[in-house]
């Protein structure tokens, strides 16, 4: 198993373009989610889901969009990226049939928006 | 908002010592999680502490939790320098989904 991956790995965007940050697992997780993480900041839980079709907010949702298609994948839409926005963003994934509530990381996308 | 604190901040200790690190929160909760995260990396699960529970321990780890005080510790026995790394504690309350994370606790391991 590949666990969770994300792409990209790193990414530079200007103010005011929109991009989108790719999440996928296959380990049939029901659970997924997004963080940001700002130095000094911890993790921030921006989007979740509980399954395909289902989304909710975070803690910090404003600019950014989900949607869950298929159990696997889980991107994460930047709508028109600000400087605030510059962080690194960590994708998880977790199943309560497994080991409940232990969450699966991905390695990270580091974006800087100038 | 932060539901953890970690304290301290960071810590650093010789290869061979004890890291102890402490977690305190707010409200209520189910269980309390502690991660580590290496330089550049995600995190990884450690270990898992519910909320009847009052101490845990896998390997050179042990973790308690007091909800009275709502505060938690990790101890890492015979640290390594492969032990150095950022440590956070993760809550789950309402909704044993979300976690809430504290802002960690940087650890250095000297050889």
């Known amino acids: 198993n590949a666990g969770v991956t994300q792409t990209p790995k790193f990414q530079v965007l200007k103010t005011g373009q929109s991009m989108t940050l790719q999440c996928a697992q296959d380990?049939?997780?029901?659970?997924m989610s997004w963080y940001r993480q700002d130095p000094g900041m911890g993790l921030r839980l921006i989007h979740y889901s509980v399954g395909a079709g289902i989304t909710d907010q975070g803690e910090v949702p404003n600019g950014y969009n989900v949607s869950r298609s298929t159990t696997e994948d889980f991107p994460l839409r930047l709508l028109s990226a600000a400087p605030s926005q510059t962080s690194v963003y960590f994708c998880?994934?977790?199943?309560?049939?497994?080991?409940?509530?232990?969450?699966?990381f991905g390695p990270g996308t580091r974006l800087t928006v100038t | 908002s932060q539901q953890g604190e970690e304290d301290p901040q960071a810590l650093s200790i010789q290869e061979g010592e004890n890291a102890t690190m402490n977690c305190s929160y707010k409200t209520s909760i189910n269980n309390l999680q502690w991660y580590r995260q290496n330089s550049g990396r995600g995190l990884v699960h450690l270990i898992l502490i519910r909320s009847n529970e009052r101490e845990k321990h896998s390997g050179r780890l042990r973790v308690t939790l007091d909800t009275s005080k709502k505060s938690s510790s990790l101890l890492i026995t015979a640290s390594r320098a492969a032990d150095t790394a950022s440590y956070f504690c993760a809550t789950t309350g309402g909704s044993n989904y979300k976690l809430t994370f504290g802002k960690g606790t940087l650890l250095t391991v000297n050889p």
């Open positions: 998880a994934s977790s199943s309560p049939g497994q080991l409940p509530y232990e969450q699966y």
């Open positions: 380990m049939n997780h029901e659970y």
